[in-house]
Nanobody, 126 residues
Framework: QLQLVESGGGLVQPGGSLRLSCAAS????????IGWFRQAPGKEREGVSC????????NYADSVKGRFTISRDNAKNTVDLQMNSLEPEDTAVYFC???????????????????WGQGTQVTVAS
């Protein structure tokens, strides 16, 4: 299991961009898929994106497809989420998490992930 720390959240206007980063510590990072989740007040946690252990495959929720891009650098133990064309509906606390497996499941299910970061707030507002 990994220790994960998110950063990069903040306030952005609709249509703007933000880049989130997830830094991991541990020796199993290169063997685990990494996912991004988000949770808005009063709503269930939603799987946003996932990237396989090698970065060879990625998955996105329909709500963010075409706007968000996930990437990873296994040499640095980091995973990023580039968020473009942000909408007020994207406002949430964003979490990164390490999966039990090498690959991502579809849909992205929280039960497939064992280690979680503390979350970073993203607010999209005028």
């Amino acid at each position: 299991q990994l220790q994960l720390v998110e950063s990069g959240g903040g306030l952005v206007q609709p249509g703007g961009s933000l880049r989130l980063s997830c830094a991991a510590s541990g020796f199993t990072f290169g063997y685990q898929a990494i996912g991004w989740f988000r949770q808005a007040p009063g709503k269930e946690r939603e799987g946003v994106s996932c990237i396989s252990s090698t970065g060879s495959s990625t998955n996105y929720a329909d709500s963010v497809k075409g706007r968000f891009t996930i990437s990873r650098d296994n040499a640095k133990n980091t995973v990023d989420l580039q968020m473009n064309s942000l909408e007020p509906e994207d406002t949430a606390v964003y979490f990164c998490a390490a999966a039990w497996s090498l690959m991502c499941s579809v849909p992205i299910e929280a039960s497939d992930f064992g280690s979680w970061g503390q979350g970073t707030q993203v607010t999209v507002a005028s």
